[in-house]
């Protein structure tokens, strides 16, 4: 990024949720890597739906279930893998860059 543009400010979480995302594919890449596949898929048919004037209601609130339902599928896996993080003490590590040997830097 050029030093004359800002960085964008960041909903709060934001680094948590992707750390917790690269976790989970690390420890799952098919099954992550086709969910965010899929999610992506249709929350692009959901923005669709909304600008589309031909596009029923009907329509519009299945395309928003699809995309609820890849979400839930998503952070069902990210949820899994970072109960993971509990018993991995790795993993668990990534909550605190460059630990080591118990100390931060």
Do not use: C, W
């Not at 030093?3 to 690390?26: E, I, N, Q, S, W």
């Not at 420890?27 to 589309?52: C, E, F, S, Y």
């Not at 893998?81 to 860059?97: G, M, Y």
Request: aromatic share 2%; net charge negative; hydrophobic share 45%.
């Amino acid at each position: 990024m050029s030093p004359d543009r800002k960085t964008p400010p960041r909903p709060d979480g934001l680094a948590d949720g992707l750390d917790a995302l690269a976790l989970a594919y690390v420890q799952n890449p098919t099954t992550i890597g086709r969910l965010l596949t899929a999610h992506a898929a249709h929350v692009t048919a959901l923005d669709l739906a909304a600008v589309d004037y031909d596009a029923t209601d009907a329509t519009r609130a299945m395309r928003a279930a699809e995309a609820d339902g890849t979400r839930e599928a998503l952070l069902g896996e990210i949820t899994a893998s970072d109960q993971l993080a509990e018993v991995i003490p790795l993993a668990a590590a990534r909550r605190t860059p460059l630990a080591q040997n118990g100390h931060r830097a």
